[in-house]
C-alpha cells in the first residue's frame, strides 16, 4: 500500500477525521432515534417535511428538494413515496416541464412537522449546541460552510 503520490493523512489529521466520523454519525443516529420514538418518523423524512415547509408555498421540484435533503433522487423517491401514503406529501405535475415533478408538502404534513419540531429541536440543542461555547457555534459554521463549499 505505498504511492509516492498519496498524501497520507498525518496523525493528527487521522485523530481529526475519526472524530468527524463518530460525531456526525452519533449525532445523526440519535436524532433518528429520538424522531421515530416521538413522531413516528426517521430523520431523512423530517428532513424533507422542514425543506418543503421553508419553499414558497410549501413546495419545491423534486430534483430541488433532493439537492436541498443531500439525497439521491432515487432515495429521495422513495422517501416522497412513504410520505405520501401518511397524507404528509403530494406530487403534483410541474405546469411548464412535462418531465418535472414537484413535491408539495400537504396541511397533514405541516402538522406533523410542527408537532415533531419542538422535540428535535430539543434533541439538536441538547445533542449539539448546548456542548459548544458561543463561539465555537461559529466556528462550526465557518468550518461546515467550508467543506460544503461548491469547488
Do not use: N
Not at 500500500?1 to 475519526?18: F, I, N
Not at 430534483?63 to 422513495?78: P, V, Y
Amino acid at each position: 500500500m505505498t504511492d509516492d503520490c498519496t498524501r497520507w493523512l498525518d496523525a493528527e489529521e487521522q485523530r481529526a477525521w475519526r472524530s468527524f466520523l463518530r460525531a456526525a454519525s452519533a449525532i445523526d443516529e440519535a436524532l433518528d432515534r429520538q424522531l421515530q420514538r416521538d413522531a413516528g418518523m426517521p430523520h431523512a423524512y423530517y428532513q424533507v417535511l422542514a425543506m418543503l415547509s421553508e419553499a414558497p408555498d410549501r413546495t419545491l421540484r423534486m430534483s430541488q428538494l433532493a439537492e436541498q435533503t443531500t439525497s439521491s433522487a432515487s432515495r429521495l423517491s422513495h422517501a416522497v413515496a412513504r410520505l405520501e401514503e401518511k397524507g404528509w406529501v403530494r406530487r403534483d405535475k410541474h405546469p411548464t416541464d412535462r418531465r418535472g415533478s414537484l413535491a408539495v408538502l400537504t396541511d397533514d404534513g405541516w402538522e406533523a412537522l410542527r408537532a415533531a419540531a419542538p422535540g428535535h429541536v430539543a434533541a439538536v440543542r441538547q445533542l449539539l449546541f448546548d456542548r459548544l461555547a458561543p463561539g465555537q457555534v461559529a466556528e462550526l459554521r465557518a468550518i461546515t460552510d467550508r467543506l460544503t463549499e461548491q469547488r
